[in-house]
C-alpha cells in the first residue's frame, strides 16, 4: 500500500511552499542540497527536502582505511541530518515511485 507523504510545507498564510525534493544521500544528494541552501541564501518560500533510505552518509573513499583497521568504521559515517543545511528536512521512508504531472511531482512512499 502507498500513499503520499504526510508532511507539507506551509509558507506564512496557510499556503503551501513549492519543495525541492532531492533524491538519495550519498555525495551527490547531500551536496546538491548544501548547493541549493547556498545559492537561495536565506529565502523561507520554499522547501528542500533530501529522500534517502538511511539517515547516514558512508564516506566510501576511507573505507579501505576502515578494513586494514588504521581507522574506525565511526570516521568514515556520519548522520546524515548533521551535513545537510539547517533548513532541510530529511525523509527517511523508502520511495517506491515518482510521478511528474507537468510542472508538479508527487512522491510515493512504501510501507
Do not use: C, W
Not at 511552499?17 to 547531500?30: C, N, T, Y
Not at 541552501?37 to 552518509?57: H, Q
Amino acid at each position: 500500500m502507498s500513499h503520499e507523504h504526510p508532511h507539507a510545507a506551509e509558507a506564512a498564510g496557510g499556503r503551501r511552499r513549492p519543495r525541492v525534493v532531492v533524491l538519495g544521500g550519498g555525495f551527490g544528494g547531500v551536496y546538491s542540497a548544501l548547493a541549493l541552501e547556498k545559492l537561495l541564501g536565506a529565502r523561507d518560500d520554499f522547501e528542500i527536502a533530501l529522500v534517502n533510505r538511511e539517515n547516514y552518509f558512508v564516506f566510501q573513499p576511507m573505507l579501505p582505511e576502515v578494513i586494514s583497521g588504521t581507522i574506525g568504521v565511526t570516521d568514515v559515517v556520519s548522520p546524515i541530518r548533521r551535513l545537510l543545511p539547517p533548513q532541510a528536512g530529511l525523509d527517511l521512508s523508502p520511495m517506491i515511485a515518482l510521478l511528474l504531472i507537468g510542472l508538479a511531482s508527487r512522491l510515493l512512499f512504501g510501507l
